[in-house]
């Protein structure tokens, strides 16, 4: 193996092992922002002697090892030697074998449950919603601050300074590096969801720049709505969320030509969709709808979409399905988006003017003023209904609201088309 192929192999090594090590090292330091400094030295020093020696049989025990030694010597000789011994809350020194011998036996702790733990910490509520999701991309995700930056088109040193601020908040509030207990689950679980849908609808459906979808986001939400899913297996959303994401990422090759044009629902070639991926959601979303009947926000959503995933042809899909979907969805929810999506479902079940009545009946909320489908929505039921002077008029307005390219030029041709 070349120098450059070690490297690379490095490299994917750590991006799978990062989470795993940083969290199991996050138990034993009780700080994130210093567990993540720990699994960076010991990719130094993998970067430093596999080149020489190989890579290891089992890279992630090698480098939990080497990582696990520095924490010790940090603990015993480092500068802040006093302020972690306060954090770890141990009145002894950490000179003597006994704190030694604390660190050695966190490191041979469940590595699910310290995963379960690092997802909690990252996506806790005393943090903004940014700094959760750029956070939980480099813990978890194992993105360079560059990638999330590109990613969401921000400028590293944003989002650098967002990842460095979310660390120090965690540390000053003294967040335990814990499980919730059951009490507050449902609220700190509920923001963990969120973050990986924010996520994924980022990579489905990018806000802004230059393509209509971002994959990389999707497969990074994917992976982590799956670890979550092995760590609590029995939670209805988790599954319910994780159903979501594989069916709709499943149209990821049918959404655009060759060229990044947008391809809509209804016009895409199925063949293309990954029936694979839709299998394994139709299997997700069969346990969350076992484990719930009464079925929750994330469930409803993949339910919605499995009506398109089991359409084999857009005429074939069960639009009064989906339009009652949405109907049990706002009840669960309020939103004026989801009241929008059911305009667009009650449209395909019974006809643009039922519709036209519901979306005009949202022109006046607030959070729709500057919401670009919005009047993209009104121009495609006043195309059907033959207004199209009226229709044209709400496209350019749609245009002129998105902030992506790609769908700026779509609406743009609707305007003049």
């Given at each position: ?67 696990k030694h520095r924490a010790i010597d940090r603990l015993r000789h480092g500068k802040r030697a006093e302020r972690k011994h306060e954090q770890l809350g141990r009145a002894v020194d950490l000179d003597t074998p006994s704190a030694v011998e604390t660190i050695e036996?966190?490191a041979d702790d469940d590595i699910g449950d310290d995963l379960l733990r690092l997802v909690f910490t990252c996506c806790h509520p005393v943090l903004s919603t940014e700094a959760r999701v750029a956070l939980t991309l480099r813990m978890l995700g194992g993105l ?57 609808n980022e990579g489905y459906s990018a806000t802004s720049g230059d393509d209509w979808m971002r994959p990389a986001l999707c497969d990074d939400a994917l992976r982590l709505g799956r670890i979550l899913v092995g760590l609590m297996p029995r939670e209805p959303e ?180």
């Amino acid at each position: 193996m070349t120098p450059s192929e070690t490297h690379r192999a490095i490299e994917a090594v750590f991006r799978i092992e990062s989470a795993r090590l940083i969290a199991g090292l996050a138990r034993m330091v009780r700080d994130v922002g210093v567990a993540e400094e720990l699994a960076q030295d010991a990719m130094v020093v993998a970067l430093e002697k596999w080149p020489q020696t190989g890579v290891p049989d089992n890279p992630g025990a090698w480098l939990m090892t080497h990582a696990k030694h520095r924490a010790i010597d940090r603990l015993r000789h480092g500068k802040r030697a006093e302020r972690k011994h306060e954090q770890l809350g141990r009145a002894v020194d950490l000179d003597t074998p006994s704190a030694v011998e604390t660190i050695e036996a966190a490191a041979d702790d469940d590595i699910g449950d310290d995963l379960l733990r690092l997802v909690f910490t990252c996506c806790h509520p005393v943090l903004s919603t940014e700094a959760r999701v750029a956070l939980t991309l480099r813990m978890l995700g194992g993105l360079t601050t560059e990638e999330i930056a590109r990613a969401f088109l921000q400028p590293a040193p944003t989002v650098a300074q967002r990842i460095v601020r979310a660390k120090k908040t965690l540390a000053a509030e003294q967040i335990p590096f814990e499980v919730p207990r059951a009490t507050d689950l449902p609220e700190r679980l509920g923001s963990v969801l969120e973050v990986i849908y924010l996520i994924f609808n980022e990579g489905y459906s990018a806000t802004s720049g230059d393509d209509w979808m971002r994959p990389a986001l999707c497969d990074d939400a994917l992976r982590l709505g799956r670890i979550l899913v092995g760590l609590m297996p029995r939670e209805p959303e988790v599954l319910g969320l994780v159903a979501l994401m594989e069916i709709q990422g499943s149209r990821s090759r049918a959404r655009v030509t060759a060229d990044g044009t947008p391809i809509l629902l209804l016009e895409q070639n199925r063949a293309l969709w990954d029936h694979g991926m839709i299998r394994r959601g139709l299997g997700a979303l069969a346990r969350a709808e076992a484990l719930a009947p009464d079925r929750g926000p994330y469930t409803l959503q993949a339910a919605i979409a499995a009506c398109h995933a089991r359409a084999s042809t857009p005429d074939a899909t069960d639009w009064p399905q989906i339009a009652a979907l949405y109907t049990a969805l706002a009840e669960r929810v309020p939103s004026p988006v989801i009241e929008l999506n059911r305009a667009v479902a009650m449209g395909m079940a019974f006809g643009p003017a039922a519709a036209l009545e519901l979306v005009d009946a949202l022109a006046d909320e607030p959070a729709l003023a500057n919401y670009h489908p919005l009047p993209a929505v009104r121009g495609d039921l006043l195309e059907k209904l033959g207004r199209h002077a009226e229709a044209r008029a709400e496209f350019t307005r749609a245009a002129s609201l998105t902030q992506n390219a790609r769908e700026r030029e779509l609406l743009l041709k609707k305007a003049t088309g």
